[in-house]
């Protein structure tokens, strides 16, 4: 209870002033004049002077303001290591019995890191979270802040002013003194690259702790999933890394060290770049047995493409072909043969035969060895028409062991539309053709088709009778397509509303020259925000579940469904970043979700180094929690609020009003009593 005294005039200030020195100048003159009763008037005026005054006697209660604590919980990536998260929350709970026993404290406690953006997520952010927790508290109602953290804390003011308000900031760190941890990260990593070229990267291998190693470290480089070379590495220096790309599109370079004895976590001891393969212009070699229909279709959509350098020969004249007109008078260009199949044969990424007959226009040698190129890693798309069915056939060359099929000697000419089969409803090629969902599909005939024996590889689009109309196989190290048709052209002029010739004709060109997005059986995987998207191409009914080893070496399975025929996706939301390794049977894909070279774990040794200027500066202490958990104490001013032993907290002077009593004291029969006695007294003494 606070009592007081307080003036609450019945006139304004002014007024009452001047009428106070009127009437005190009045009975002061009379006083010293000696004027009988004089010291009566005096008291008179004072009463009137006082009652105008109003004075009031107050009683306020009033109850006290409890101090805020703040606990702020690291709950980021790094606190997951070891036994940091138990060791957290015991020791919370061992802080909610202390600071309880103290009823002038009110306990708020706040996890940081285990929600929000990527940011928050990619970093430590202690004081921005303690910062929210206090933000409707006046900095005189802050009895301070205890920290639960391993010490790797990115958002450390420079200043102790900074925090907004004055009272101990604790620490309390998880983790021992003698932890190790080796990292490894790219420092320069392109996000381009030319296929098939060499690549210049950097990367740097450091040991943090107290008993880091020096020295030289193992490096193991991997694209794509495959071992390419090991390096020797320089701990604690950048090191230059050559690698080349060995295919168009994302290409995943990893970097793996060895773990070394008692460190804190391997997750990284693994760095990670995507970098997308650009191919020089691709080399695509046409050579037309005749003129024909189809010809220009082919040509056309090649020529289209800005990524394909086309060399196109027609075979106007053949060798038999002999009408005596002189050679000098012919505008004809010679075929290249011996440029083109022997020296330079293997510059040519596709080589199409559209219509191709052999007539002696190439030696029988060189078929050979166009099915050596195909062995070794090239690819042969054949556009067949009648000539494959005769005698003059590609099929009766050396050329026969790449080809998967052979004819058996019949042409069907008959109208029909070009379905896709079984696989062919599977496979990148053919997936999802626009028309090919209707039944018959929504697109024109064609009228030819040439008869094979049994293929080998896979018939993904089927013609009259069910025959093989499009053949797709592996031969060696290289690619081969049959076409078994002559008749696209038909799709390209808009007959009976024409087809997709172009998606179909540019994906056989493009598996052929084994583009990623078209493998049959094909695993990636995408970070985007925090969740992880899996994607499996197979041609299988049922692509089962995938494999999932998260950064912080927990394991997750993640069911894969059916997007279409094919094509299985699957999603894992997930609050951790860093390098996810994902499996499905033989297939093995790496992903990077949220920020690259995150400093969350860049640096995951616990440190009591970091936060304790700070924390020294407001008065606090930073110890480890192996030495157990503090007592609580309550402190005033700017007393040391801390010791080994205990951590102090400030209680605040601020009070809450609860309710408010007045008396005016010259008010009601009080005051009029007053007045009366001192004027009847006056009036007695003149009255003598």
Same mark, same amino acid.
């Given at each position: 209870?606070?009592?007081?005294?307080?003036?609450?005039?019945?006139?304004?200030?002014?007024?009452?002033?001047?009428?106070?020195?009127?009437?005190?100048?009045?009975?002061?003159?009379?006083?010293?004049?000696?004027?009988?009763?004089?010291?009566?008037?005096?008291?008179?005026?004072?009463?009137?002077?006082?009652?105008?005054?109003?004075?009031?006697?107050?009683?306020?209660?009033?109850?006290?303001?409890?101090?805020?604590?703040?606990?702020?919980?690291?709950?980021?990536?790094? @606190? #997951?290591?070891?036994?940091?998260? !138990?060791?957290?929350?015991?020791? =919370? $709970?061992? /802080?909610?019995?202390?600071? %309880?026993?103290?009823?002038?404290?009110?306990?708020?406690?706040?996890?940081?890191?285990?929600?929000?953006?990527?940011?928050?997520?990619?970093?430590?952010?202690?004081?921005?979270?303690?910062?929210?927790?206090?933000?409707?508290?006046?900095?005189?109602?802050?009895?301070?802040?205890?920290?639960?953290?391993?010490?790797?804390?990115?958002?450390?003011?420079?200043?102790?002013?900074?925090?907004?308000?004055?009272?101990?900031?604790?620490?309390?760190?998880?983790?021992?003194?003698?932890?190790?941890?080796?990292?490894?990260?790219?420092? @320069? #990593?392109?996000?381009?690259?030319? !296929?098939?070229?060499?690549?210049? =990267? $950097?990367? /740097?291998?450091?040991?943090? %702790?107290?008993?880091?190693?020096?020295?030289?470290?193992?490096?193991?480089?991997?694209?794509?999933?495959?071992?390419?070379?090991?390096?020797?590495?320089?701990?604690?220096?950048?090191?230059?890394?050559?690698?080349?790309?060995?295919?168009?599109?994302?290409?995943?370079?990893?970097?793996?060290?060895?773990?070394?004895?008692?460190?804190?976590?391997?997750?990284?001891?693994?760095?990670?770049?995507?970098?997308?393969?650009?191919?020089?212009?691709?080399?695509?070699?046409?050579?037309?047995?005749?003129?024909?229909?189809?010809?220009?279709?082919?040509?056309?959509?090649?020529?289209?493409?800005?990524?394909?350098? =086309?060399?196109?020969?027609?075979?106007?004249?053949?060798?038999?072909?002999?009408?005596?007109?002189?050679?000098?008078?012919?505008?004809?260009?010679?075929?290249?043969?011996?440029?083109?199949?022997?020296?330079?044969?293997?510059?040519?990424?596709?080589?199409?035969?559209?219509?191709?007959?052999?007539?002696?226009?190439?030696?029988?040698?060189?078929?050979?060895?166009?099915?050596?190129?195909?062995?070794?890693?090239?690819?042969?798309?054949?556009?067949?028409?009648?000539?494959?069915?005769?005698?003059?056939?590609?099929?009766?060359?050396?050329?026969?062991?790449?080809?998967?099929?052979?004819?058996?000697?019949?042409?069907?000419?008959?109208?029909?539309?070009?379905?896709?089969?079984?696989?062919?409803?599977?496979?990148?090629?053919?997936?999802?053709?626009?028309?090919?969902?209707?039944?018959?599909?929504?697109?024109?005939?064609?009228?030819?088709?040439?008869?094979?024996?049994?293929?080998?590889?896979?018939?993904?689009?089927?013609?009259?009778?069910?025959?093989?109309?499009?053949?797709?196989?592996?031969?060696?190290?290289?690619?081969?397509?049959?076409?078994?048709?002559?008749?696209?052209?038909?799709?390209?002029?808009?007959?009976?509303?024409?087809?997709?010739?172009?998606?179909?004709?540019?994906?056989?060109?493009?598996?052929?020259?084994?583009?990623?997005?078209?493998?049959?059986?094909?695993?990636?995987?995408?970070?985007?925000?925090?969740?992880?998207?899996?994607?499996?191409?197979?041609?299988?009914?049922?692509?089962?579940?995938?494999?999932?080893?998260?950064?912080?070496?927990?394991?997750?399975?993640?069911?894969?469904?059916?997007?279409?025929?094919?094509?299985?996706?699957?999603?894992?939301?997930?609050?951790?970043?860093?390098?996810?390794?994902?499996?499905?049977?033989?297939?093995?894909?790496?992903?990077?979700?949220?920020?690259?070279?995150?400093?969350?774990?860049?640096?995951?040794?616990?440190?009591?180094?970091?936060?304790?200027?700070?924390?020294?500066?407001?008065?606090?202490?930073?110890?480890?929690?192996?030495?157990?958990?503090?007592?609580?104490?309550?402190?005033?001013?700017?007393?040391?609020?801390?010791?080994?032993?205990?951590?102090?907290?400030?209680?605040?002077?601020?009070?809450?009003?609860?309710?408010?009593?007045?008396?005016?004291?010259?008010?009601?029969?009080?005051?009029?009593?007053?007045?009366?006695?001192?004027?009847?007294?006056?009036?007695?003494?003149?009255?003598?």
């Amino acid at each position: 209870m606070n009592l007081s005294l307080s003036l609450e005039p019945l006139v304004s200030w002014p007024i009452l002033a001047f009428a106070t020195l009127a009437i005190f100048g009045f009975t002061v003159t009379g006083v010293l004049r000696g004027a009988r009763g004089a010291l009566f008037r005096l008291g008179a005026a004072a009463a009137l002077c006082i009652a105008l005054a109003n004075p009031v006697f107050m009683s306020e209660e009033r109850d006290p303001v409890k101090s805020v604590v703040a606990v702020i919980v690291d709950r980021s990536q790094s @606190q #997951s290591l070891g036994t940091r998260t !138990a060791d957290t929350d015991a020791a =919370l $709970e061992k /802080l909610k019995e202390k600071i %309880g026993r103290f009823k002038q404290f009110d306990l708020r406690v706040v996890d940081a890191g285990k929600a929000g953006n990527d940011e928050d997520r990619a970093s430590t952010r202690i004081f921005s979270t303690l910062a929210e927790a206090l933000r409707d508290v006046p900095p005189s109602q802050v009895a301070g802040a205890i920290l639960l953290s391993d010490g790797q804390v990115h958002d450390i003011p420079k200043a102790a002013t900074a925090l907004g308000f004055d009272a101990p900031v604790h620490a309390l760190i998880t983790g021992k003194d003698s932890e190790t941890d080796r990292v490894i990260k790219f420092t @320069q #990593s392109p996000r381009f690259g030319l !296929a098939g070229k060499p690549m210049q =990267l $950097e990367y /740097l291998v450091t040991d943090e %702790g107290a008993q880091g190693l020096i020295g030289q470290a193992r490096v193991r480089v991997f694209v794509d999933g495959e071992l390419v070379s090991e390096e020797s590495a320089t701990i604690g220096a950048n090191m230059p890394l050559e690698v080349t790309l060995p295919r168009a599109g994302a290409n995943i370079i990893e970097l793996a060290t060895d773990v070394i004895e008692g460190e804190v976590t391997d997750s990284n001891n693994r760095a990670v770049a995507s970098v997308d393969g650009i191919r020089e212009n691709l080399r695509v070699l046409l050579v037309s047995g005749e003129p024909h229909a189809g010809e220009r279709t082919w040509r056309n959509l090649l020529k289209s493409d800005a990524s394909v350098d =086309l060399v196109h020969f027609t075979i106007l004249r053949p060798p038999e072909k002999q009408d005596g007109t002189p050679i000098n008078e012919l505008s004809l260009i010679a075929f290249p043969t011996r440029e083109l199949f022997v020296e330079r044969i293997k510059d040519f990424d596709l080589i199409i035969f559209d219509r191709y007959q052999h007539r002696d226009v190439l030696p029988t040698l060189y078929y050979d060895y166009i099915a050596q190129y195909v062995e070794q890693g090239g690819a042969l798309l054949v556009a067949a028409g009648p000539e494959y069915s005769g005698e003059v056939s590609i099929a009766n060359t050396p050329l026969m062991s790449a080809l998967p099929a052979l004819p058996t000697g019949e042409v069907t000419e008959q109208g029909f539309y070009p379905e896709l089969t079984d696989l062919g409803k599977r496979h990148p090629v053919t997936r999802g053709l626009e028309g090919s969902a209707a039944s018959p599909p929504d697109w024109s005939r064609w009228f030819r088709i040439i008869n094979v024996n049994e293929p080998v590889g896979e018939v993904v689009m089927k013609g009259a009778g069910d025959r093989p109309l499009l053949v797709l196989n592996r031969k060696g190290k290289g690619r081969v397509g049959m076409f078994l048709s002559d008749q696209g052209w038909l799709w390209a002029r808009g007959f009976e509303g024409g087809g997709p010739y172009v998606s179909l004709y540019r994906r056989i060109a493009h598996w052929l020259m084994k583009e990623p997005e078209l493998e049959e059986e094909a695993l990636t995987a995408l970070g985007k925000g925090r969740t992880l998207e899996i994607s499996r191409q197979t041609m299988s009914d049922d692509a089962g579940k995938v494999d999932v080893i998260l950064p912080s070496g927990k394991t997750a399975s993640v069911a894969l469904v059916k997007s279409q025929d094919g094509l299985f996706r699957g999603k894992l939301e997930t609050d951790e970043i860093g390098l996810f390794r994902i499996a499905n049977g033989d297939l093995n894909t790496l992903a990077h979700v949220g920020p690259v070279n995150a400093p969350e774990f860049l640096s995951t040794v616990s440190t009591t180094s970091l936060l304790a200027p700070l924390v020294k500066a407001t008065g606090g202490t930073i110890q480890r929690l192996t030495a157990g958990v503090p007592d609580i104490l309550p402190v005033r001013g700017k007393i040391e609020a801390s010791s080994a032993n205990w951590l102090g907290l400030r209680t605040t002077d601020e009070t809450t009003l609860r309710s408010v009593s007045r008396l005016p004291l010259f008010a009601g029969f009080l005051g009029l009593g007053v007045l009366l006695m001192v004027l009847g007294s006056m009036w007695y003494r003149e009255g003598r």
